[in-house]
């Protein structure tokens, strides 16, 4: 079985579908590893590193998706890409099914099988392989300091010989695993955090923490853990 770790085509993505280590193990299992060339360069995993553990890399990006019988990505899938599957092979990834059902649509139409890893159910047999937690963990940590990068101020109270400065105030919406971790940063800073969720949110997680909460009649509670 042949597995191939296609390249990111979005600008801004960073990450790699399969590390190295993750790489070895299947491979101990029987799988042929394929690399495309600078897949995991963004993630600071080199060509060689993957080599090292015995994955061939692949230059000819054709070559990659026509004969692999599995392709695993971490972004949606482009056009160009899709039309070089074959019939009877697996492309694994965040696919946005729901979003994109065009895309879904033109895979079944070549007889591809697709797995949405944002689609697999948060249950206890599956908790290994739940991506969007994950990922959503995350967006949660670093969307509060792209916050306080951007803030003109300082997050925690600061008492200086020139005066004191107020710590700031932080508004999380959304009591999910994303809002959930959004909290904890400006917490250890000393900032002044207040949590906004809809009725019927998993906010359990927050209270015990001495949040403020604050229930938002208007929301909608998606599923999800946060305000939609």
């Known amino acids: 079985?042949?597995?191939?770790?296609?390249?990111?085509?979005?600008?801004?993505?960073?990450?790699?579908?399969?590390?190295?280590?993750?790489?070895?193990?299947?491979q101990q299992q029987g799988a042929e590893i394929w690399v495309e060339a600078g897949a995991g360069e963004r993630s600071f995993f080199s060509d060689s590193t993957y080599e090292a553990i015995?994955?061939?890399?692949?230059?000819?990006l054709h070559s990659l998706w026509r004969e692999a019988?599995?392709?695993?990505?971490?972004g949606v899938l482009q056009d160009f890409e899709v039309d070089q599957l074959h019939e009877g092979s697996v492309v694994i990834g965040f696919l946005d099914p729901l979003g994109n059902p065009e895309l879904i649509q033109k895979l079944a139409d070549r007889k591809v099988t697709a797995l949405s890893m944002e689609m697999i159910p948060r249950i206890s047999r599956a908790q290994?392989?739940?991506?969007?937690?994950?990922?959503?963990?995350?967006?949660?940590?670093?969307?509060?300091l792209i916050a306080a990068a951007t803030l003109p101020k300082y997050f925690p109270m600061?008492?200086?010989?020139?005066?004191?400065?107020?710590?700031a105030k932080v508004l999380v919406m959304g009591a999910g695993v994303a809002g959930l971790q959004a909290i904890a940063p400006p917490d250890g800073w000393g900032s002044r955090r207040r949590l906004r969720y809809p009725p019927g949110s998993p906010r359990a997680g927050?209270?015990?923490?001495?949040?403020?909460?604050?229930?938002?009649?208007?929301?909608?509670?998606?599923?999800?853990?946060?305000?939609?």
């Open 128 to 144: 290994s392989m739940d991506a969007l937690s994950s990922q959503a963990n995350i967006a949660g940590y670093k969307s509060v």
């Open 69 to 74: 019988d599995i392709v695993v990505k971490v």
């Open 158 to 167: 600061l008492t200086t010989a020139a005066g004191t400065i107020r710590p």
């Open 54 to 60: 015995g994955a061939q890399v692949i230059g000819d």
């Open 1 to 26: 079985m042949k597995i191939a770790i296609a390249k990111e085509t979005q600008v801004d993505e960073r990450r790699v579908a399969l590390i190295p280590e993750v790489a070895a193990r299947l």
């Open 206 to 228: 927050a209270e015990p923490r001495g949040q403020v909460l604050r229930c938002h009649p208007g929301g909608r509670y998606g599923g999800g853990g946060g305000l939609r």
